[in-house]
């Protein structure tokens, strides 16, 4: 099993909602990350997750926190998101929680936040 | 991590080679280079990574120069499903996956 899945598929929230992005993987991986992508750029780090800890957080706004209850789980929770923060997040994961070689991603969660 | 060149489109009839260069001329001796592809909408793909060598797995072929300044990426028989943004990255392994603008590549029928 290679796959990489993403909860929900598409979501709707308001500036004032709090909703969370879930991802999970069983393959394994010691490593999971979350990205970042706008319409027509490519996908942007945002956190970095190695044996279940936060080891990379690209300065990202306190309004998106992430979690890791285990090694296969990653959530997102969104708070008080503003438009631009409309964008596909994805999900990918990696064997090694020390290294950073092939990354194996999850298809994506499409937001809008009006 | 060094930084790539690559072009911003690229057009590939159906069947035939897709040839997608890549100009990374400040590559490290320990970097590799690795190739996503992301169809429209999904996930980035894994395609293939090297070091030093070629390398040739079932969905492309990587081409390293002797001098490891530029890479091409093959895929042999174009379809229309292989419509979608490469991106070629390098990266040592050690800090997360930067990815660049990428090549759009259009499978044309």
């Known amino acids: 099993d290679t796959e990489v899945t993403q909860t929900p598929k598409h979501l709707v929230m308001g500036m004032t909602n709090k909703k969370s992005l879930k991802c999970e993987q069983h393959?394994?991986?010691?490593?999971m990350y979350w990205y970042k992508q706008k319409a027509k750029k490519p996908p942007e780090l945002m956190f970095v997750?190695?044996?279940?800890?936060?080891?990379i957080n690209e300065s990202v706004p306190s309004r998106f926190s992430p979690e890791c209850p285990n090694s296969s789980l990653l959530n997102l929770h969104l708070h008080a998101l503003q438009p631009e923060d409309s964008a596909l997040y994805l999900c990918?994961?990696?064997?090694?929680?020390?290294?950073?070689?092939?990354?194996?991603f999850g298809p994506g969660t499409r937001l809008l936040v009006l | 991590d060094a930084k790539t060149t690559q072009p911003p489109s690229m057009d590939c009839a159906e069947g035939r080679a897709a040839n997608l260069p890549c100009n990374h001329s400040?590559?490290?001796?320990?970097?590799?280079v690795y190739w996503y592809r992301q169809i429209h909408s999904q996930g980035p793909q894994y395609i293939i990574h090297?070091?030093?060598n070629n390398e040739t797995n079932e969905m492309a072929s990587l081409i390293i120069t002797e001098d490891r300044k530029s890479s091409t990426l093959i895929l042999p028989h174009a379809t229309l499903r292989d419509t979608a943004v490469y991106y070629c990255?390098?990266?040592?392994?050690?800090?997360?996956?930067?990815f660049g603008k990428g090549t759009r590549l259009s499978v044309i029928a």
């Open positions: 990918a994961s990696s064997q090694s929680g020390t290294g950073w070689e092939t990354q194996y």
């Open positions: 997750y190695s044996y279940e800890k936060l080891s």
């Open positions: 400040t590559i490290s001796g320990n970097e590799y």
């Open positions: 990255i390098v990266n040592s392994g050690n800090t997360p996956l930067v």
């Open positions: 090297g070091l030093k």
């Open positions: 393959m394994g991986h010691r490593a």
